[in-house]
């Protein structure tokens, strides 16, 4: 698969024609996990500034997961028998996760946007093992995800998830811990090299002792103990004085404003538009962004509704130009088709997703999955293929009627063409490919496909098809596992 040269030389400025299903899908496959035909008929012909206003509004509006009974369980709250301990433990995982797989499907721009921050300040389960840890972790990214980007900072870096991820927990006065400092710069806030010295770390890391009250009973939450603080004059980003934890965030997003809003800028452009943020063309869009990221005191929901409301975004050499992580391959394959599901199938996607290098709360490292390309490698290629497949067949054999329903739907609100099957194909083809298929020898490849089950009759011929005839669930059942091999397939 070719990489996408960005060559987008839309701006800033809002984008004011009314939507075609084109743009609409595209609003919703990166807004959110895709949507159903019905949802995007709806957004057909919309304003697209009132749309995205109003998408960004349901996000703000939008509740974190309540906590579960065992948020905040120690330890001491689980069976002393260590198998019935780990029974539970993986009961409360698969409850949350439940939750939050739900969410996914649900809440468009909010935990699209949770799942974003999960891969910036990241943390990875295995290493700290505590579900209230997680639990806490999880609703400061829900809370914060649209937020301000200022307190998000703050709030983060005192999770007990965090605190032990990056040894927070053990940064004391006598022995100070630079692993926190160090990617508060690096990957939270300005980016490797920029804006900050080793110098600057090390005096960051002895601001940030004394979180090391960890408790006597394991996954105890971890508070400040002030007798281990360092409490000597430190010199930070040029700025000293006898400076706590609040006192870096201050200095921190005084100091290098600038720098911090063009950093996450243009992580956020890589996320939603385009996966090359160096070309010419993205360059005035990210300055754009952080100049209004800045003026808004790092509130992240004007960034974002100016991006998604920009001719920019709106572009078409930014639609179709990035690939589907694993959990935008399954999520969006049950978005889009409507089918049903319960929360085996939400933990199975999960589960399949974790398979094909995405498992969430468990990034591979600090600096998180690196998306794009890296999801499309040797080893995961062959396991999205097989496993998309699996979903439709599952999907097929739960309901075969919803596939019917899918075909019709495809053909528009009136299902006025529900008696052509190639503008029933073609439909189908461009619904789930966001620009449809490369040439048209591949559109009649796939139209082939979808005739198949009927190809020994004459009733394409005689003009007796339709799309309620017995077979036709099979007809799109087996266009849906030919698409799911397509290049175009892995792109939104």
């Given at each position: 698969m070719e990489f996408f040269v960005n060559c987008n030389t839309g701006t800033l400025a809002p984008y004011t024609t009314p939507l075609d299903r084109l743009r609409a899908q595209h609003v919703y496959r990166r807004l959110g996990f895709g949507a159903s035909a019905e949802t995007i008929d709806q957004a057909i012909g919309q304003n697209p500034a009132t749309l995205i206003n109003n998408l960004?509004?349901?996000?703000?509006?939008?509740?974190?997961?309540?906590?579960?009974?065992?948020?905040?369980?120690?330890?001491?709250?689980?069976?002393?028998?260590?198998?019935?301990?780990?029974?539970?433990?993986?009961?409360?995982?698969?409850?949350?996760?439940?939750?939050?797989?739900?969410?996914?499907?649900?809440?468009?721009?909010?935990?699209?946007?949770?799942?974003?921050?999960?891969?910036?300040?990241?943390?990875?389960?295995?290493?700290?093992?505590?579900?209230?840890?997680?639990?806490?972790?999880?609703?400061?990214?829900?809370?914060?995800?649209?937020?301000?980007?200022?307190?998000?900072?703050?709030?983060?870096?005192?999770?007990?998830?965090?605190?032990?991820?990056?040894?927070?927990?053990?940064?004391?006065?006598?022995?100070?811990?630079?692993?926190?400092?160090?990617?508060?710069?690096?990957?939270?806030?300005?980016?490797?090299?920029?804006?900050?010295?080793?110098?600057?770390?090390?005096?960051?890391?002895?601001?940030?002792?004394?979180?090391?009250?960890?408790?006597?009973?394991?996954?105890?939450?971890?508070?400040?103990?002030?007798?281990?603080?360092?409490?000597?004059?430190?010199?930070?980003?040029?700025?000293?004085?006898?400076?706590?934890?609040?006192?870096?965030?201050?200095?921190?997003?005084?100091?290098?404003?600038?720098?911090?809003?063009?950093?996450?800028?243009?992580?956020?452009?890589?996320?939603?538009?385009?996966?090359?943020?160096?070309?010419?063309?993205?360059?005035?869009?990210?300055?754009?962004?952080?100049a209004t990221f800045v003026a808004n005191n790092f509130e992240i929901a004007p960034v974002l509704r100016q991006l998604f409301a920009s001719e920019h975004f709106f572009d078409e050499t930014a639609i179709g130009v990035i690939i589907k992580s694993p959990l935008d391959l399954y999520l969006n394959l049950l978005k889009e088709t409507n089918f049903g599901y319960n929360d085996g199938t939400v933990i199975n996607i999960l589960d399949a997703a974790a398979m094909i290098g995405q498992e969430l709360w468990d990034p591979v490292d600090v600096a998180g999955w690196q998306r794009d390309r890296a999801w499309i490698n040797t080893n995961f290629i062959i396991g999205r293929w097989l496993t998309a497949e699996v979903f439709i067949e599952q999907y097929f054999q739960a309901n075969q009627d919803q596939f019917r329903a899918l075909g019709i739907a495809a053909a528009g609100p009136n299902g006025a063409t529900i008696n052509d099957p190639d503008v029933i194909a073609r439909a189908i083809i461009d619904k789930f490919l966001p620009k449809g298929l490369l040439t048209e020898a591949d559109y009649n490849i796939a139209i082939t496909v979808f005739r198949e089950p009927y190809e020994d009759t004459n009733m394409f011929e005689t003009g007796s098809w339709n799309m309620l005839l017995d077979d036709t669930p099979s007809q799109v059942f087996l266009l849906l596992l030919h698409l799911s091999r397509e290049p175009e397939f892995q792109l939104k």
């Open positions: 960004v509004d349901q996000a703000l509006a939008t509740a974190p997961i309540p906590a579960p009974e065992w948020s905040e369980w120690t330890n001491a709250n689980y069976p002393e028998d260590d198998d019935l301990a780990r029974q539970l433990r993986r009961a409360q995982r698969e409850e949350l996760n439940t939750a939050y797989g739900n969410g996914l499907l649900n809440n468009n721009l909010f935990d699209r946007l949770s799942v974003f921050w999960s891969n910036h300040f990241v943390t990875e389960i295995d290493v700290y093992d505590c579900n209230s840890f997680l639990y806490e972790y999880v609703n400061c990214l829900q809370r914060n995800a649209l937020g301000n980007f200022r307190t998000f900072v703050s709030e983060i870096g005192l999770t007990s998830a965090m605190l032990r991820y990056l040894d927070g927990a053990f940064n004391n006065r006598n022995r100070p811990n630079e692993n926190y400092a160090r990617e508060l710069y690096e990957l939270f806030t300005l980016g490797e090299g920029v804006g900050y010295t080793e110098e600057d770390i090390i005096e960051t890391s002895r601001a940030l002792t004394g979180y090391v009250n960890r408790g006597e009973v394991g996954c105890t939450k971890i508070t400040f103990n002030p007798e281990q603080f360092d409490a000597d004059p430190k010199t930070i980003l040029g700025q000293t004085g006898n400076w706590g934890y609040d006192d870096v965030i201050d200095i921190l997003f005084t100091e290098r404003a600038d720098q911090i809003a063009f950093f996450i800028c243009k992580k956020l452009y890589l996320y939603f538009v385009h996966p090359d943020a160096l070309a010419d063309e993205a360059q005035p869009i990210i300055n754009g962004m952080a």
